[in-house]
C-alpha cells in the first residue's frame, strides 16, 4: 500500500471519527439543556392540575390526557387500516404495476411536510366534526398510515418463501398461511413499526394546531374526542410562544424527551424479544 493510499485511509477514518464525535455531541448537549432547564420544573402540581387562570396556576393534567387520547384513538384506526392494506399488497395483491404505484405514493405522502396534513385535516374534518381531538387523530391517521403500511410491508417480505410454500404443500389456505406462518415470523417488524409511530404521533404539533385545538379543558376520553384540546406538543408551542411559560415549555420537552427515549428504548427491547423468540 503506497503513501498516497495510507494517507486517505488515515484521514476518511479521521473524518468519520470527527463526525461521530460532532454528532454525538450534538445529541448529548441537545439532551443535557433540555432536561437540566426541564427537570427541575416538574412538579406534582404541574402533572395533576388544570390550569387556573383566576389563581394563577398551572397544570398539564389536561395535556396529558389530550395525548393519551389521541394516541390511542390514532392507533385503533390506523393500525387496521396499515397492517391490512400491507397484507393486501405483498400476500393477495396479483397487478405489480399497482403495487408499485401505491408504494410510490405511500413513499410520497411520507415526505409531505406535516402543516399541509393539517392543512387538509382542517378542510375535511375540522369542517364536519369542528376542531376537536377526533379531527386530530383523523389527520394523524391519513400521516402515520404510509408509515405503518411501509413498515409492515418490509417485515413480510423478510419472511423466507420457502415457509409459505411448506406451508401451502401440507394443505393450509392463503389466509391460515398468513395468520399462522407469515405473521408470527415478523410479528417483531410490525411491532417495532407501531412503537415507532407512537412516537411521530406523541411530536407532532403543527398538524394538530389546525385540527385539534389548543384548549385545556379537562374532559373523559368521549368528551375530550368531541372538543378542542392541546396535547402536549401543543401546550409546549402555547407556552413558550403565547404565554411566555418557558419554565414550564422546558419542563414539557424534558417530559416529551423522556418518553420519546423510552418508546425508542421499547422499540428496540420489543424487536430482539420477538426476534429471539422466532429464532428458537
Known amino acids: ?26 445529541v448529548l448537549f441537545l439532551m443535557g439543556y433540555v432536561m437540566g432547564n426541564g427537570i427541575p420544573n416538574i412538579s406534582w402540581e404541574l402533572l395533576s392540575t388544570k390550569p387556573s387562570y383566576l389563581s394563577g396556576r398551572i397544570g398539564i393534567l389536561p395535556d396529558i390526557l389530550n395525548t393519551v387520547y389521541i394516541v390511542l ?55 364536519n366534526f369542528g376542531t376537536s381531538l377526533l379531527a386530530g387523530a383523523l389527520t394523524l391517521t391519513i400521516m402515520n398510515l404510509p408509515t405503518v403500511m411501509r413498515t409492515t410491508q418490509e417485515s413480510l417480505k423478510t419472511v423466507p418463501q420457502s415457509y409459505r410454500e411448506g406451508a401451502f404443500g401440507l394443505g393450509a389456505g392463503k389466509w391460515r398461511v398468513i395468520r ?6 415478523c410479528v417483531d417488524g410490525m411491532i417495532t413499526g407501531c412503537i415507532l409511530s407512537v412516537g411521530r404521533i406523541l411530536g407532532e404539533s403543527a398538524a394538530l394546531l389546525f385540527t385539534a385545538g389548543f ?6 376520553i368521549f368528551g375530550a374526542l368531541a372538543s378542542p384540546g392541546a396535547t402536549l406538543t401543543v401546550a409546549l408551542y402555547v407556552y413558550a410562544k403565547e404565554e411566555g411559560e418557558f419554565g414550564v415549555a422546558f419542563a414539557i420537552s424534558a417530559i416529551l424527551m423522556i418518553l420519546t427515549v423510552l418508546i425508542n428504548l421499547s422499540a428496540a427491547f420489543v424487536g430482539k424479544y420477538f426476534g429471539r423468540r422466532r429464532n428458537v
Open 73 to 127: 384513538v390514532t392507533l385503533i384506526i390506523v393500525l387496521p387500516l396499515g397492517v391490512g392494506a400491507a397484507i393486501y399488497l405483498t400476500e393477495y395483491a396479483k397487478n405489480k404495476k399497482m403495487v408499485s404505484v401505491i408504494e410510490y405514493a405511500a413513499e410520497t405522502l411520507s415526505g409531505i411536510p406535516s402543516i399541509i396534513y393539517g392543512l387538509v385535516g382542517m378542510l375535511l374534518f375540522s369542517n
Open 180 to 185: 399462522t406462518v407469515v405473521l408470527p415470523g
Open 1 to 26: 500500500m503506497n503513501t498516497k493510499r495510507k494517507l486517505y485511509i488515515g484521514f476518511m477514518r479521521a473524518a468519520m471519527y470527527v463526525c461521530t464525535v460532532c454528532t454525538a455531541a450534538l
Open 215 to 220: 384548549a385545556h379543558a379537562l374532559n373523559g
